[in-house]
C-alpha cells in the first residue's frame, strides 16, 4: 500500500479474523511509499520482477486507472458475479457513484473502502464573530464572498478562506462548481451486470456505466479559467493568502488555530481537526457553495488484486473481509475519513468530535446526483505535477488565462504520451 511501514503495521488487526477463518494463513501488510503513484507501481513492478509480488495493493482514485492500464490489476467481474448474494448487502450499502469511480473500460478493480467529497468546513466562532450565521445548504458563491469578506475584517492574520494547490479539493472544487473539469466527461460501456445485479431500481444508478472516461483537455475552456481567476480575486481583496502545494496538514492546523474562516476539506477533516485539538462545536461542515451548479468532487480508496498473484482466490476472500463494517473500523479509526456505506455513517459515531453537521459527508452523494471523482486518466501523476506548476504561475503572475493555456498544452502532450 500506498504508506509508510509503521502505518501498514497498524493494520494487521483487520487481518485477524480472516486469518482465524483459514488457518495457515499468515496476511502481511507491506508499506510501499513513493513520491507519486508512477514511483509506487514502479516499486511494485521491481518486486514483482523479484519474484516478491505482492496480492494485493491500496489504490487511490488517483490511481486506479494507471494501475489498470498498466495490466497490473486483476478485474474483480467474475468474483463479483460468483459471489453475488454474499455482497447483495455490502452494494446495497455504498452509494453507486463510489462504485462506478473503480472501473476502468467497463470492468471493477476494487471494493471502495472510502471515500471524501470536497465539502466546506467553517470555524463557529470566526463567523460568530464576524456577525454572520452559519451557511446554510442551498448557499451559494456569493454567500461564500460575503461570509469570506467580513471574516477577514476582522484582522489579527485571519483569512476567510484558504486552500492548497492539488487536483483534490484545491480551486478545483470551485471549478466543477462552474461547469468546467480539466478533461472532456465520458463513460466506458459496460458494468450492466453490475448495475443490474446490485441497484435495479436505484434512481442513482440509472446513468452508470463502465467506469469514467476522460477524454481530450479543456483545461483552458471558459468556466475553468473563470474559477482560478476567481481565486486570483480572492487572493488579491486579502480574503485568502497565497496557497501551499501539497498535502492539507499547514492548512489544517491554521484552521485548528482560528487563521482560517473557510476551507474545503472531506470527513477526513473530522478526526484531523478533533487531534488537532478543537473542541466540539468549534467547528462545522456545509455543502460546497452553489455557482453555476452545486457539483462536488470526491477521491476514494479501495483494494485491488494484482494480475501476477499467485493466491487470487485467497486475496479475494480477503479483500471481501476488508469491507466489513467491522474491519472497515479497524482500517481507518477515528473518523480519518467517509466509510462508503451508509450504515456506518450515524450521530454516534460523531457524537464526541463532531462536525454536528455530519451527514453532509455522505449526503454530498445522494443529494447531488452530479457528485463525480476528480478527473484521473492514466497518465494522472504529469497531470497534477502540471496542474501544481501551472496554478502556482497563475497565482504569482495573476493571468489565470496565460496559465491555464500552457496547461492545456501540457495536458495535450501527456495524454499523447502517457
Known sequence: MFADQSS????SKAAATFEAAHPGVKVKFTGTSGTDWNDFFSKLLTQIAAGNAPDIASVATEGL???AAKGLAEPLDDYVKRDASELKSYFADVHPALVEAMMYQGHLYELPTDFNAGNMFYST??????????PAADWNKDD?????????AGGGNTVGYDWVVRLWGSWTSWMYANGGNLLTEGKWDGGDWLWNTFYPN???AAHRKGGWRWGDPTANSAPVIESLDYMIQLQKEGLSPKPDIGGGNTLQGLFASNKIGTAIGGGFWAGGL?????????????????????????GAGGYGIFKSSKNKDLAWEFVKTLVSAKNLDLLFPGNVTTFPRRSMMTAERYAAN????????????TQFDNTAPIPAPPYYNAMAIALNKRTTEAMSSGNAKSALDGL????ETAAKTG
Not at 478533533?274 to 470526491?298: E, I
Not at 463532531?354 to 452523494?365: A, M, Q, R, S
Open 408 to 411: 492545456q498544452s501540457d495536458l
Open 274 to 298: 478533533h487531534n488537532a485539538g478543537m473542541a466540539q462545536g468549534s467547528f462545522d461542515v456545509q455543502y460546497f457553495p452553489k455557482w453555476r451548479t452545486q457539483r462536488h468532487l470526491f
Open 202 to 204: 436505484d434512481p442513482a
Open 125 to 134: 466562532s470566526l463567523l460568530e464573530s464576524a456577525g454572520v450565521g452559519q
Open 144 to 152: 461564500f464572498y460575503n461570509i469570506a469578506k467580513k471574516v477577514s
Open 65 to 67: 486507472q494507471l494501475f
Open 354 to 365: 463532531g462536525p454536528k453537521n455530519w451527514h453532509v459527508f455522505y449526503d454530498t452523494l
Open 8 to 11: 501498514a503495521d497498524k493494520l
